[in-house]
């Protein structure tokens, strides 16, 4: 009875050691298996750690990502890999992510205060750089898995109506769709667009300056250029007006102009005394810097610095005097006595009797200049100015 018992009771110790034995066997593998898994990972991070070149270490980050992604997927998913897998990848985008951050408050300021145009431009282009290398950790620094977020009135407006039906329709439940790459590169595109905004405003406030500066260049222009003109003027009209003292020097630039005989006082010893013809004979007047010379009914005269000649003199002595604003240059032949009379266009031809009047070819507010031979009813011509 005994002999019966006792063989069946060996083997299944047999059995039961045995299986024990496998099974501590294939759970000392796995330890195993888990512990060079996390060795691996762990070398793999150090070498991507110590990785200067961010382009190859964002490689080992996204390889890392697809490494554990996989993992996953597989039969063994022992949660201390998955843990080492996770803090070596967040270690890793902590790194991308604080570089970035750096660049990012490096490259913001208030842009309403910053007034230089070149810091600002400095700032865009820096961020427009930071934005390049966002966009290719998109996926792997920057998560595209989209969120949904509540925002703070939608969150108060469900608290308020938590105990009111469900389908109530005060109840507000609207959430916007959002990513953690998204969020991002709003942020930095915000910042760039409040930079380029203030670059337009500072653009246009150089360009009104500079349209007040070519304004104001224009104006100092015009003004230079009419003092010219005005200065030209005043020397014209200077150069045409007669200048007594420069006559009385025998310069006769001042009246140095064509002239034309316009009227004739003659006396014809008929009683009627001296009269004013308008049809002038034998008369003309010629001025030069240096001369003046002519013709006055018939009879020719000609002055200069040497004195006054005529047709039976020359070089007569001169005698010269200014009477209620004319220039009287007088000189005498025998017993005929010469004048040569300048009156400014302000003053008037004197009349041969007080009450008469000048003949209407005798223009007011013109020069003339009036030569007369007094002596046997000798004539006065009178020349005008023509320019």
């Known amino acids: 009875m005994k002999k019966r018992y006792v063989v069946p009771i060996i083997l299944g110790v047999t059995l039961l ?21 996390i060795a691996i990972i762990q070398k793999a991070y150090k070498q991507a750690s110590n990785e200067k070149d961010d382009t190859k270490k ?9 490494e554990l992604a996989n993992y996953q997927k597989g039969k063994e998913k022992d949660e201390r890999v998955i843990k080492e897998y996770n803090s070596s990848i967040n270690q890793l ?21 910053e007034t230089n145009k070149d810091v600002l431009q400095g700032k865009v282009n820096n961020l427009n750089t930071l934005l390049k290398t966002v966009e290719g950790q998109k996926g792997i620094v920057y998560s ?13 407006d469900t608290k308020a109506d938590v105990n009111k039906d469900k389908t109530s329709n005060s109840k ?6 959002t990513t953690e790459y998204d969020d991002y590169v709003v942020k930095i595109k915000e910042i760039i667009d409040g930079y380029n905004n203030k670059l337009e405003q500072i653009k246009a406030e150089e360009q009104r300056k500079a349209e007040e500066a070519r304004k104001a260049e224009e104006e100092v222009a015009r003004k230079v250029e009419e003092e010219r003109q005005r200065q030209i003027a005043e020397q014209k009209a200077k150069s045409n007006k007669m200048n007594f003292e420069e006559i009385r020097a025998f310069n006769f630039q001042s009246i140095q102009s064509e002239w034309q005989p316009v009227a004739i006082a003659i006396n014809y010893h008929n009683g009627e005394g001296y009269v004013w013809e308008t049809n002038v004979r034998e008369s003309n007047l010629n001025v030069t810097t240096t001369q003046i010379s002519g013709k006055m009914a018939g009879l020719l005269f000609n002055l200069d610095a040497n004195g006054l000649s005529t047709g039976n003199s020359t070089n007569l002595p001169i005698h010269l005097n200014v009477t209620d604003g004319v220039l009287n240059i007088a000189s ?22 007080p009450d ?3 003949p ?18 000798g004539p006065t011509v009178v020349y005008e100015r023509m320019s």
């Open 356 to 358: 008469d009047s000048l």
């Open 93 to 113: 985008v902590t790194y991308f992510k604080d570089k970035n951050d750096k660049v990012l408050k490096e490259n913001t300021c208030d842009s309403s205060k």
């Open 17 to 37: 050691v045995g299986g024990g034995a496998y099974q501590y066997y294939e759970h000392t593998q796995y330890e195993s298996s888990v512990t060079k898994q």
């Open 172 to 177: 507000k439940e609207t959430q916007k769709a």
């Open 360 to 377: 209407e070819s005798i223009h007011a507010n013109t020069e003339h200049i009036a030569v007369r031979a007094s002596g046997m009813g």
């Open 58 to 66: 964002l490689e080992d980050l996204k390889k890392m990502k697809s």
């Open 144 to 156: 595209t898995e989209t969120e949904k977020v509540t925002s703070n009135e939608e969150k108060n």
């Open 332 to 353: 005498a032949d025998g017993g005929m006595a010469w004048n040569i009379l300048f009156y400014p266009k302000e003053v008037e031809i004197e009349k041969l009797r």
